[in-house]
């Protein structure tokens, strides 16, 4: 079992609705099936994506808009196989199911802070250990012990990245260009696409594997890019100004998925 204690370190075991490290600190899954692995001030069900944001996120999902995403991951050359893989900030676990069935993987585990989000994807995906816990904190894994460290669209704590990783394991970011979406963006002011924070981009022990970037037209409805919207960051800010941004949606619209999908080795 990979998964440590985030009091002591300690290796955890499941044991009947709950998991325990050797010296009793205790962390039980929730009735929704998801584990919760917050603790003292860390706990606080408003914080991660809010539910709307992860409801319109499934809707998108489940309409294939990122379909040409999922096609560039599982053409990646991960050799050899992995056995194991942690998705962080999974949200409601769309592309954990996909990594899920890579050929070879037998452990899956997703990671999200936003309890909506675990609840989902909990649901969704039964075949995967589902963890509330907070990815800018130590990870609650023990050092070497996966294959493949996944962050899409989500926060990449590095330093922890490579320390959980096994000597020759794989990490996969995909994040977005700055053309995303920009068909969409002449009718809503969404936040630009920014400049990798400082700090973000020391991949000091990782070898590039691949890069490529995924740019494709989609044909969307009026629904789904008020989803788009709904899911992005910028929604907390035209929620706060207060306007009607939904009437200035078209009835439908070609626009751009365009991300940068790439694969490092450690080591
Ligand atoms: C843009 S969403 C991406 C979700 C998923 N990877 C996808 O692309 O469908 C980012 C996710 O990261 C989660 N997140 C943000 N900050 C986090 C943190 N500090 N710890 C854990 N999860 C976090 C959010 O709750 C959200 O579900």
């Not at 599982?74 to 196989?81: C, R, V, W």
């Not at 890579?102 to 675990?118: E, F, H, R």
């Not at 070898?207 to 907390?236: F, Q």
């Amino acid at each position: 079992m990979a998964l440590i204690c985030p009091h002591c370190r300690g290796a955890l075991q499941p044991v009947g609705t709950a998991y325990r490290c050797a010296l009793d600190h205790s962390f039980d899954v929730a009735k929704e099936g998801y584990l919760s692995l917050l603790h003292g001030r860390q706990k606080g069900d408003g914080r991660g994506d809010s539910k709307a944001m992860i409801l319109a996120r499934d809707r998108v999902h489940r309409a294939g808009v990122f379909a040409p995403l999922v096609a560039a991951l599982a053409a990646l050359p991960l050799t050899p196989p992995p056995h194991s893989v942690l998705e962080l900030g999974c949200g409601e676990g769309f592309f954990l199911g996909h990594l899920a069935r890579t050929p070879g993987i037998a452990t899956s585990y997703g990671l999200d802070l936003s309890v909506d989000a675990v609840k989902l994807a909990a649901k969704a995906r039964q075949a995967s250990l589902i963890l509330r816990a907070d990815l800018l904190q130590p990870l609650p894994f023990a050092d070497a012990s996966l294959d493949l460290v996944v962050s899409i669209f989500a926060p990449r704590p590095l330093a922890e990245i490579r320390r959980v990783l096994a000597p020759g394991g794989h990490a996969l970011f995909v994040h977005p260009h700055a053309g995303h979406w920009q068909e969409l963006r002449a009718f809503v002011p969404l936040a630009g696409i920014g400049a990798e924070k400082p700090g973000a981009t020391d991949l000091t022990g990782f070898t590039l594997v691949t890069e490529r970037n995924v740019t494709e037209k989609r044909p969307l409805t009026r629904a789904l890019l008020a989803d788009l919207v709904e899911m992005s960051p910028s929604i907390h800010r035209l929620t706060r100004e207060g306007g009607d941004w939904r009437s200035l949606l078209p009835e439908t619209l070609e626009a751009t998925l365009a991300v940068r999908v790439a694969l490092y080795r450690k080591g």
